[in-house]
């Protein structure tokens, strides 16, 4: 599988890089710690660590406290995974005076020249050689926090190896990647859990079932991580109140789509009680809510190719996730849309890599979906066909889905389509950030999210 999506000045050597291990994936903290310690411990000297796993919204909550710690007038780094267009996006850095902003491509070159020379042709992972080089960067540039996402489980993830975070958070566990994970929710919290660490405060999403939960306070109890109490209550006109021993107040909107985004941004706030010494106040607080950006996380397209294809009374809207919980948030908003616009049927432009499970993400999905078309998702060797997505949408109970080769052809021919109907439709590009990083990369650049 490619991890980088489209032609970048940094292609050669991050292709490089993924031919110092026969794997895409192999857990292991062994050969990060090995390399960490040849380039002098850099993920020793980084500023308080917030370190977020799960399997759904881990990104929009560290959108959402980037978004916050900024308003504050505080000195942020980011690393997040995987990225939609450029390798770039998934490392930010602190401003000196301002927010922080994408590493440039002659910093990130360089990092990656140094890394790779000091692991001397040792196999490495892509993901822990680049992990790596994050720290680094991290480490030379100062800052007052880093938000650090991780990439795959928890327990062996190459970013486990920061041993004293300032806070640990756990967003949602779904189905995913569950040959490395383990094939029950149960399993898959275990090794999310794996990111607890002693007296380290921890703050957990709420969960889809009650083995999940229990899961991950007996992993709390074991390691003396303790839990933190909060809750959101959602609000009129779509703000919320969130509530904790530390902070009482209502807040404004998320600035990003979907009623799940409430339970991200209040984890997020959450996470602030494990940053004591960085003062965040209220101000800030809404000011970061109401202004966070993540991209592919339904994000409307507004410019561009795709868009200019459709009536001006249309709306596109993108997103990227692909497993059972990320079909039922987009159910919910489908739900939400049918409510406020009830004249505008939903179609579907849907593409999927093999290795995940099409009836669970669109089964909810199915109700709301007048129409679908399933495209390729050109590159990626896992992907399903554009036939084989549409059998699965049929399947899943969309009876009008059919494939075509681009998603210019699925628009045209739902465009064509809806010329039969009445008024005006919405699209949704769904099934798989891969698909949605060739979406932004033709269409529009991806916001600095």
Known sequence: MR??????????????????????????LDRIRHLLTALGEPQRQLPPVVHVAGTNGKGSTLAFLRAILEAAGHRVHVYTSPHLVRFHERVRLAGTTGPSALIDDHRLLSLFEECEAVNAGRPITFFEITTAAAFLAFART???????????????????????????????????HMHYLGTTLADIAGEKAGIFKSGVPVVLAPQPAPEVEATLFRQARARAAPILDWRVIPEPHGGFRFESPQRSLSLPPPSLTGAHQLINAGAAIACLAGLAGLTVDDQALRRGIAGATWPARLQRLTRGPLPARLPPDWDVWLDGGHNDSAGEVLAAQAAAWAQETPAKRLLLVFGMLGTKDPAAFLTPLAGHAAALRAVPIPGEATALTAAEAAVQARTAGI??????????AALDALAALAATGSGPCRVLICGSLYLAGQILARNETPPDP
Do not use: C, F
């Open 399 to 408: 009876r009008d889905a059919a494939p075509v080769d681009t998603p210019e």
């Open 142 to 176: 100062p800052a007052d926090v880093v938000l650090l996402e991780t990439g795959l489980g928890g327990r062996l993830d190459a970013t486990n190896v920061v041993e004293h975070p300032a806070v640990t958070a756990i967003t949602r566990i779904s189905y995913d």
């Open 3 to 28: 991890d980088n999506r489209s032609a970048d000045p940094m292609d050669p050597v991050l292709e490089r890089l993924q031919r110092l291990h026969p794997k895409v994936i192999d857990l292991s």
